[in-house]
């Protein structure tokens, strides 16, 4: 039997017999005794999320290497079928691409976390590893987040539900976010800091941005914005922490978002980097992260 109300917060589930996870394309064929669901995910303690299927596969791949776990075995995209994002196990961890934006991570997210609670998954944390822009940062800083702020600079997430404006809370873990910062003490050549993180619907104008297909602003505004949001201690802007922080929040899910800034946004707009700068910026979260994983598995034997 599924335990009511872990990592969940959805009475109507109670009353499905089956639940098809239509995006990932895992079917739940019986709800009330899901024991494939429970054998292929049951151990599942950290589900990781980030934009692309590459990056996810590499992920996969680095965290095989870091925990010691069989290289051997091809890593296969468990959701291939469902053609909207990729899925990959590696021991204990997901790591799953979610798109770009809140909208598209939402649909994932909701599905992932049925299936956490189907899995009977004990405490997983979900964790996000991604880019951004960093405000008064370095480019290749990386910002582990302690509080998510929409485009309003308000700290909180707004979401139409039955023509009724909803708001929530978006506030990360703060146990996990310290515990990534206390394992991320190794010998690096880049900043790790804590921050707040600004989470925008869209990557040009709804970023403050001067190089959009349009602009009704002038570049004084723009700075004006950045530093009333560096003022309230953002020191990136993404494009999915608030719903990610809210959404996790509400079922009683720990999540985190580590993501490297790949430009100073106080300095310009573009992002001009080499293909090698791209992939040494993009290790660094999964480095962080792996670093997490590995000492929390390691306490746990
Ligand atoms: C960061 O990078 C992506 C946009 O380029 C988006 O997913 C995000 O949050
Ligand atoms: N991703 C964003 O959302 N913004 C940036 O500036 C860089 C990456």
């Known amino acids: 039997?599924?335990?009511?109300?872990?990592?969940?917060?959805?009475?109507?589930?109670?009353?499905?017999?089956?639940?098809?996870?239509?995006?990932?394309?895992?079917?739940?064929?019986?709800?009330?005794?899901?024991?494939?669901?429970?054998?292929?995910?049951?151990?599942?303690?950290?589900?990781?999320?980030?934009?692309?299927?590459?990056?996810?596969?590499?992920?996969?791949?680095?965290?095989?290497?870091?925990?010691?776990?069989?290289?051997?075995?091809?890593?296969?995209?468990?959701?291939?079928?469902?053609?909207?994002?990729?899925?990959?196990?590696?021991?204990?961890?997901?790591?799953?691409?979610?798109?770009?934006?809140?909208?598209?991570?939402?649909?994932?997210?909701?599905?992932?976390?049925?299936?956490?609670?189907?899995?009977?998954?004990?405490?997983?944390?979900?964790?996000?590893?991604?880019?951004?822009?960093?405000?008064?940062?370095?480019?290749?800083?990386?910002?582990?987040?302690?509080?998510?702020?929409?485009?309003?600079?308000?700290?909180?997430?707004?979401?139409?539900?039955?023509?009724?404006?909803?708001?929530?809370?978006?506030?990360f873990d703060e146990q996990v976010a310290n515990d990534l910062m206390k394992y991320s003490k190794y010998e690096r050549d880049y900043d790790i800091i804590w921050g707040n993180t600004m989470a925008a619907e869209c990557f040009y104008e709804g970023q403050g941005r001067l190089d959009g297909a349009c602009c009704d602003y002038t570049e004084a505004e723009k700075m004006e914005f950045l530093k009333q949001a560096f003022e309230k201690g953002v020191r990136n802007i993404e494009m999915e922490a608030t719903m990610f922080s809210a959404l996790t929040r509400h079922v009683g899910v720990k999540a985190a978002d580590v993501c490297v800034t790949l430009l100073n946004r106080l300095n310009g707009d573009q992002v001009h980097l080499t293909k090698e700068q791209k992939e040494d910026f993009e290790q660094r979260p999964f480095t962080v992260v792996g670093e997490y994983i590995r000492n929390v598995l390691k306490q746990e034997n």
């Open 1 to 171: 039997m599924t335990k009511s109300n872990q990592n969940i917060n959805n009475p109507h589930l109670n009353t499905m017999t089956s639940d098809f996870l239509y995006h990932i394309n895992i079917n739940v064929a019986d709800t009330k005794n899901p024991t494939e669901i429970i054998q292929k995910f049951g151990d599942v303690k950290f589900v990781c999320l980030g934009g692309t299927k590459n990056r996810m596969l590499a992920l996969a791949k680095y965290l095989r290497k870091i925990l010691q776990l069989d290289e051997t075995e091809e890593l296969v995209d468990i959701s291939e079928a469902g053609n909207r994002y990729a899925v990959f196990k590696v021991g204990p961890v997901l790591c799953c691409s979610h798109g770009v934006g809140m909208s598209t991570m939402s649909v994932l997210l909701h599905e992932l976390l049925k299936l956490v609670h189907y899995a009977q998954c004990k405490d997983p944390v979900f964790i996000r590893l991604g880019t951004s822009g960093g405000v008064g940062v370095n480019p290749g800083t990386v910002v582990v987040s302690k509080e998510a702020y929409n485009g309003y600079l308000r700290n909180e997430h707004e979401i139409a539900i039955l023509g009724k404006r909803v708001v929530r809370p978006a506030i």
